[in-house]
């Protein structure tokens, strides 16, 4: 069975792109993996709190991460509509950087495509999404907000006739 790497942020573009990603997967028959990277430590500065208090600080911040997780998944889950809640879907939640996780995500689950959504972002995001583009050994489809999925016939590759790329 094919697998979806959705990436998601829980904002407001990422539910559009969830039920794009929905009917993807029940085309080509695909599980969707969830994926939520969170920025878990509050502080990153850990050198100047005691070894004791940096864990229970992480440890905090896990279960409220998870918790939100749990919240936020749960809203996903009411996305679905009854005649595709048979699609697995499997939610996922980590601390480190994007472009490290993603990459042994993909690796280590043998990921077959990344979905996630796109809106007008600020640049610091814009760079984030293009640095993995860059890095993804896999296809991504980015879904602007006001996308709607329909049966796909024909793709256009859009390329640069640049000898350097």
């Given amino acids: 069975m094919k697998k979806i790497l959705f990436l998601t942020d829980y904002k407001e ?5 969830f039920i794009y990603a929905l009917s993807v997967a029940e085309k080509i028959k695909a599980k969707i993996h969830v994926h939520y ?5 509050e502080n990153q500065n850990s050198t100047e709190q005691p070894e004791q208090d940096h864990n229970k600080l992480v440890h905090k911040n896990q279960t409220k991460e998870k918790n939100e997780l749990i919240s936020r998944a749960n809203m996903f889950k009411e996305l679905i509509p009854e005649e595709q809640n048979h699609i697995p879907i499997k939610f996922y939640l980590n601390s480190d950087k994007l472009e490290k996780t993603i990459a042994e995500y993909i690796n280590n689950n043998q990921m077959d495509m990344v979905v996630m959504g796109v809106s007008n972002t600020k640049e610091e995001k814009r760079s984030q999404i293009i640095h993995l583009i860059d890095q993804c050994p896999i296809p991504i489809m980015l879904i602007p907000c006001q996308a709607k999925f329909k049966n796909v016939k024909n793709f256009t590759a859009a390329v640069s006739l640049d000898e350097d790329e």
């Fill in 13 to 17: 573009t990422s539910k559009n792109a």
């Fill in 37 to 41: 990277t969170a920025n878990i430590l």
